[in-house]
């Protein structure tokens, strides 16, 4: 045999074995861009408002399997970050307040950023992960923060100060001393010097949480004059006849702190936080803009949420605490995964947080932990269509006393104290804006039984 031909057979031998061998050849490591906002209910063009300017934040969504219906576990920040990043219920991690570190009672539990660390991913935080001062410093490669609260020294979140939390503010330029705009800078900085190796980057931005601050042309860009009240508007924290008192607080949280909203103010407050979700987009832009310079986008999950929902006057109320309606625990949730089918379409099925921690380990091919109480998501990013009838659940503590929600297709159930402190049911497909409470109607109470039975599955409070 001359020298042709064998390279001619070598060249056929080799081929057959890299055929039979591919299917076993283990691809390059997918990177994980996890993005988040503070405060931030669905009040954006891709979910239909078609007021606020959040062109990158559309982009991203139109790219990726957008979720239609999902919904933390808690209406606060540290319980429910706390909660989608262990992927457990809250009456499990016993978060219940914002100055609780999960740790202290679960010392073996594995975040979510420390499970890529383990699995020899760059773990890099940049802004607001975890609730400020109680960081798994641990589980980061880089970025981690010293805690400053290591157990459970409150239960109960503190009230707000008014005057820091209650005010708008006007950024000059592009909004380039907010600190926002330094957390993309960083986010941007792990892009470039990790592009090379596994990457899991959170990226938290902390707007729309007050006080509303955008850069001024963002205020100017919005006719204050357009903005609609809510259809259930009230000047003050308003509980509506045949509802339970523990339903609406009577002191807001966040915005209008123990004052009343005129018509006016409150447009133009809410003309702020539609202009302080343009700056989260701004800067959600920026990094996917170095994502795609990179060409990183082609082996990137891109994961985009807000930590909970919130009132801009529904019912009277400004803030999320202890809100166990609908505007108090849905969220926008948008999953791009490279190469899905579900890229481009629309979820409808009900959907939790706590599904995002099995998610993200499915798409990378990665053992998620045992212990994890929500369901992967990867199957509707394979087929958006895919049956699923999981509820949704969430819970908040007030005064004591936990109130408890769970919402299917059709409806949505809360009640307090097991009930002995009032419930609520909604028709969601008749009532969206949760106008009548049906938890008291005969007819309905087949229904109450249903959503009772499904409020067993909870874990119960630690």
């Not at 057959?16 to 503070?38: Q, S, T, Y």
């Not at 740790?103 to 940049?126: E, M, N, V």
């Not at 001024?216 to 259930?232: T, W």
């Not at 579900?342 to 932990?369: F, H, S, W």
């Amino acid at each position: 045999m001359d020298s042709a031909s064998r390279h001619l057979c070598r060249s056929v031998v080799t081929g057959l074995i890299c055929a039979l061998l591919a299917p076993f050849v283990v691809a390059k490591p997918l990177n994980v861009l996890f993005l988040m906002a503070d405060d931030m209910r669905p009040d954006l063009g891709a979910y239909g408002n078609p007021i606020v300017h959040t062109p990158n934040l559309d982009r991203l969504a139109a790219a990726s399997l957008r979720f239609e219906r999902a919904y933390v576990q808690y209406p606060l920040c540290n319980p429910s970050r706390t909660s989608m990043l262990t992927g457990r219920h809250p009456t499990a991690t016993g978060v219940l307040g914002n100055r609780t570190w999960f740790g202290a009672a679960h010392p073996d539990w594995i975040s979510l950023p420390k499970f890529f660390k383990q699995q020899g991913y760059a773990s890099l935080r940049t802004g607001k992960i975890f609730h400020g001062g109680i960081d798994d410093d641990t589980a980061w490669t880089e970025g981690g923060e010293k805690r400053k609260f290591s157990g459970a020294v409150d239960a109960q979140r503190p009230g707000q100060d008014p005057k820091r939390s209650d005010r708008l503010i006007r950024l000059d330029g592009e909004g380039e001393s907010h600190a926002d705009w330094r957390i993309a800078d960083r986010a941007i900085d792990y892009l470039e010097r990790h592009k090379d190796k596994p990457f899991f980057i959170a990226c938290g931005f902390t707007r729309p949480h007050s006080p509303l601050t955008a850069p001024g042309k963002m205020f100017d860009r919005l006719d204050v004059a357009r903005i609609p009240l809510p259809v259930d508007f009230q000047h003050v924290p308003t509980t509506p006849p045949g509802f339970p008192p523990l339903a609406v607080p009577a002191r807001s949280g966040d915005l209008f702190i123990g004052r009343q909203a005129s018509d006016a103010e409150a447009r133009e407050y809410i003309r702020a936080y539609w202009a302080s979700c343009s700056f989260v987009d701004a800067q959600v832009g920026r990094v996917l803009a170095a994502l795609d310079r990179l060409g990183l986008r082609d082996n990137t999950v891109v994961l985009f949420w807000g930590d909970h929902g919130y009132h801009l006057g529904e019912k009277g109320k400004w803030s999320k605490h202890n809100s166990l309606f609908e505007i108090g625990t849905r969220i926008p949730l948008m999953i791009q995964a490279p190469g899905a089918k579900g890229n481009g379409k629309v979820a409808r099925q009900i959907v939790q947080m706590i599904d995002i921690y099995p998610t993200l380990a499915e798409l990378c091919a990665l053992p998620a932990p045992a212990g994890l109480q929500g369901e992967s998501l990867a199957l509707l990013l394979r087929d958006p269509g895919a049956p699923r009838d999981t509820p949704a659940f969430s819970v908040c503590l007030i005064n004591g006393v936990l109130g408890r929600a769970v919402r299917t297709a059709r409806w949505r159930y809360a009640e307090w104290d097991e009930g002995a402190k009032g419930a609520m049911l909604f028709d969601e497909a008749r009532d969206p804006h949760e106008l009548k409470n049906l938890a008291e109607d005969k007819a309905h109470a087949p229904v109450v039984a249903e959503m009772k039975a499904l409020l067993k599955r909870l874990p119960p409070r630690e």
